[in-house]
């Protein structure tokens, strides 16, 4: 098999050699008879012998290996000393199906008649360092190539099972009080993990043998620390360093990027993240034109007096609005920062180091509570040691400590759960604490910072870890920033349909299939509109004779993308003031007009009629929802860019049958 797929590379599949040699050239090369000896538990030592049958041959000489999952890795030596002894190899992985991605082991060897490079030539621990070797059975092979072609010459191959030995690591917690118990400690950016017991010890089955690993411990209230060690071990020492409960509220605050190069920024260590983050709601917490030009009754392009605005209703305050989109300048001055006139980080919304140092939550007035007064903070004073609360217990660096609230939903729950005069606003906290995900254990942590996929290291410019993609939460917000939510969420489905002389009626069925919140959730402006369309399967519209339409909010000034009227449904919260002005900003004093949104598994169920001319035999049904940041008159009065975002849709034909 591995004869045919090198073959196969080189395009000479008609060569007809063997699997351990070819002799058109009088070249042979053979691994080594005693291969067995040379596969340990820490690494593979095939040694390869070569014998010329030429007066002079040179060759380009490629080694590769064959993973269990189908993987191809060639391997390159160090070759500043003689003998082509694979001390020090890198490895480059190779496409099977393509020749020239294949990397030479060594181009241009003279080899004679009769000279023999006898068990010189070595596969060593490379693999256990850079592959971490599973368990399977792997392949080996060498292939002698003309020099400069692809021309094979000689080919060899050879299958092992390796079977990876496994140590134990164990060792002793301390703190500042003795002898550390019930701490987490574990072998960095993997699963293996216990717990200390009662006299602090520790005890870590299931380590690869021989192999430097970093070992991690964390308790509440203190900061992680790492030690490596090469097991098998019995004397890993572990050291906790108690975090500082004090709060500075003083405490100058670390600016996500450059401020003056004097400074620390996160930018430094943390390029990926950070580039997630700064187009992210978080970041644009305070400046986004939404929200300006609703704060501060403009248009985008400043014109005052555009719409409504809060600042034209209250221009003597500056509202609550800080607590949550300018928490920096709330912990200054929670009801007196204007938002239309922030400065220095203030702008920069919710930013790293604000959600990095929340410490803890109080929820016992949720709703009525909320923002930078319902959060706990950790800011040290000057001379105290820093410290970064994040999603890790294994984190790497002496100011990182891990806060298992950062992945719980409640973490959220100060800015997302909010009353204004009593009338709930923001609740797409208590929308999903009263949702079936709450009771699955399901937290908003795992739609919207959902892993990328890509990403593999907080810090690479830090010495940050190399972890499983799968395990880094993205900073995109999967959702209001990130579209990708929007698409998943909803399922739109065409259900019970009867054709009865001279109309279709059927009906359509939006549900809620992986929001763990109503549908749409926040900003009560947000809305979600269901149309539907009728045709004779030529282009040839429908008239519609049903009642259900969209309401005024889908748009109302007769263009193409005002929907109001049209076949369909909108799934809105929908305020009204005390003057009848609907829909109303939640500034004001107002009471809930109507709620349509669908919570979180649960389905709605229109109904809709067309009437069918005598001479249509094909009717052809589709049905698509559509999510808007805003409702489109205030768009339209703001001059804000509205995007009709299609989450999904359905589309039926139906043949009538007539004669």
């Not at 070992?215 to 203190?222: E, L």
């Not at 009771?439 to 910072?449: D, S, T």
Request: contains cysteine; charged residues 20%; proline residues 6%.
């Amino acid at each position: 098999m591995l004869t045919a797929l090198i073959l196969c590379l080189c395009g000479i599949s008609a060569l007809g050699l063997s699997q351990d040699q070819g002799d058109s050239q009088g070249l042979s090369i053979e691994f080594s008879p005693e291969k067995q000896k040379y596969i340990t538990w820490d690494r593979l030592r095939l040694y390869l012998a070569m014998d010329s049958g030429s007066d002079e041959l040179e060759i380009d000489l490629y080694l590769a290996i064959a993973t269990p999952d189908g993987q191809l890795f060639c391997l390159v030596p160090d070759l500043s000393f003689s003998g082509l002894m694979v001390e020090n190899s890198e490895l480059f992985p190779a496409d099977s199906s393509y020749f020239r991605t294949l990397v030479p082991a060594a181009r241009n060897l003279r080899l004679f008649v009769g000279q023999v490079l006898g068990k010189t030539l070595v596969y060593k621990a490379v693999f256990a360092r850079e592959l971490d070797l599973a368990e399977g059975t792997y392949t080996l092979y060498s292939m002698a190539c003309l020099s400069g072609t692809s021309s094979v010459i000689s080919i060899s191959g050879a299958s092992f099972y390796f079977r990876p030995q496994r140590c134990t690591v164990s060792g002793t917690i301390f703190d500042e009080h003795g002898l550390a118990s019930s701490a987490t400690v574990k072998i960095q950016t993997t699963p293996n993990a216990t717990l200390s017991d009662s006299n602090g010890r520790f005890r870590l089955e299931g380590v690869p043998c021989g192999k430097t690993v970093r070992v991690s411990a964390w308790k509440y209230g203190y900061y992680c620390a790492v030690v490596e060690a090469t097991p098998p071990t019995v004397s890993v020492i572990l050291h906790l360093n108690a975090i500082t409960e004090d709060d500075d509220e003083a405490y100058e605050w670390l600016a996500p990027d450059p401020v003056n190069l004097e400074q620390d920024f996160c930018i430094k260590c943390h390029p990926g993240i950070h580039e997630q983050w700064s187009v992210n709601s978080h970041a644009l917490s305070a400046s986004n034109e939404i929200f300006q030009t609703l704060y501060s009754g403009t248009d985008v392009s400043g014109n005052p007096g555009v719409g409504m605005g809060y600042k034209l209703d209250f221009p003597n305050t500056a509202g609550s609005c800080a607590l949550c989109h300018a928490p920096v300048a709330a912990l200054k001055s929670p009801y007196d920062s204007d938002m239309s006139k922030l400065t220095g980080l203030a702008q920069r919304g919710v930013f790293c180091e604000f959600c990095h140092k929340s410490k803890d939550v109080d929820l016992s007035n949720l709703m009525t509570v909320y923002g930078t007064n319902a959060i706990e903070f950790t800011r040290p004073f000057p001379g105290e040691h820093q410290v970064f609360y994040g999603p890790n217990d294994d984190a790497d660096g002496d100011t990182d400590a891990f806060l298992p609230l950062i992945r719980k939903s409640e973490f959220c729950a100060p800015c997302h759960a909010c009353e204004f005069w009593g009338v709930p606003v923001y609740t797409s906290f208590p929308e999903w604490e009263a949702s079936p995900y709450n009771e699955m254990g399901i937290q908003c942590q795992a739609c919207h910072y959902r892993p990328d996929g890509v990403t593999t290291n907080y810090a690479p410019l830090s010495h940050g870890q190399e972890r499983d993609p799968d395990d880094i939460p993205s900073h995109l917000i999967m959702g209001e920033d990130n579209l990708s939510l929007h698409y998943e969420s909803a399922v739109v489905s065409i259900i019970d349909s009867s054709a009865s002389g001279d109309s279709l009626s059927f009906e359509v069925e939006v549900f809620n299939a992986f929001a763990g919140h109503h549908l749409p959730t926040g900003r009560p402006i947000r809305n979600i509109i269901l149309l539907v369309d009728a045709d004779d399967c030529d282009g040839g519209a429908l008239e519609f004779i049903g009642e259900q339409t969209v309401p005024v909010y889908g748009g109302a000034a007769g263009g193409s993308r005002d929907y109001a009227g049209r076949p369909g449904k909108m799934f809105a919260k929908i305020l009204v003031d005390q003057r009848g002005h609907h829909p109303a900003p939640s500034w004001r004093q107002t009471v809930i007009l109507s709620d349509t949104r669908i919570p979180a598994l649960e389905g709605d169920i229109s109904s809709y009629e067309f009437s069918i001319p005598p001479s249509v035999t094909c009717v052809r049904v589709e049905a698509r929802l559509i999510y808007r940041r805003i409702f489109k008159d205030i768009a339209d009065e703001k001059g804000l860019e509205l995007k009709d975002i299609l989450m999904t849709g359905d589309e039926k034909t139906f043949t009538l049958g007539r004669r």
